[in-house]
Each structure stands twice: as C-alpha cells, then as structure tokens.
C-alpha cells in the first residue's frame, strides 16, 4: 500500500516558478512509476511527468519539456515537480500517482495541490 501527499501549490504569476512535492508513505515497489498528472478547468486529467523509482529515468509531456522537472529524493521518499516557466495553461490541480506504467493506468493517487497561473 502506498499513500500520497502533495503540497506546495498555490498562485503564480506567469513565468513564475513552483515547486511540489509528493510525499510517499510505504515503500515503492522497486518497478513503480510516480507520476505527476493534473486536471484543468473543464479539461481531462493529464499526464504530467514520471520518473521510475528504481533508476534514473525520467518522462515528460510534451506541454512541459524544458520548463518542468521531475526528481526524488529517496532518503526521504519524496518526489518534487519544478515547474519553471509557467503559463495560463498550467492552471490546474495537480496529482501525484504511483503505478507501473510511466504514462496512465496508476494504481494511487493523492489528493491534489492547485496551482493557479495569473497576470
């Protein structure tokens, strides 16, 4: 089992900068994925960016390659999301989820952080 915890949402300014993260309680199994998706207003949730637990492998949309970056500190089980850059577009609720697959079908989720892009 494992649990999710975001935080660090909050409002910016376009081309702002944030930072979430996702706490992980239980340990990862080594093949997970954790993910950071979102879901903006009236759109579907979204694939965000992914990096496998056990390596170094990382994955991206192609909405936030460049601007964002996905990284994890093990020793304290957490998993950050830079996001550099921002636009209207990223105005969202952001999820963190734990799967197998880099892309979708994840088995958790947490409950969510907003970030809100404004002028």
């Known amino acids: 089992q494992v649990q999710l915890a975001e935080s660090g949402g909050g409002p910016v300014q376009v081309g702002g900068s944030l930072r979430l993260s996702c706490a992980i309680s239980?340990?990862?199994?080594?093949?997970?994925?954790i993910a950071w998706v979102r879901q903006g207003p009236g759109k579907e949730r979204e694939f965000v960016a992914s990096?496998?637990?056990?390596?170094?492998?990382?994955y991206y949309a192609d909405s936030v390659k460049g601007r964002f970056n996905i990284s994890k500190d093990k020793a304290k089980n957490t998993v950050y999301l830079q996001m550099n850059g921002l636009k209207f577009e990223d105005t969202a609720v952001y999820f963190c989820?734990?799967?197998?697959?880099?892309?979708?079908?994840?088995?958790?989720y947490g409950q969510g952080t907003q970030v809100t892009v404004s002028s």
């Open positions: 239980g340990r990862p199994y080594s093949s997970y994925v």
């Open positions: 990096a496998r637990w056990s390596d170094s492998r990382t």
């Open positions: 989820a734990a799967g197998t697959s880099p892309y979708d079908g994840y088995f958790y």
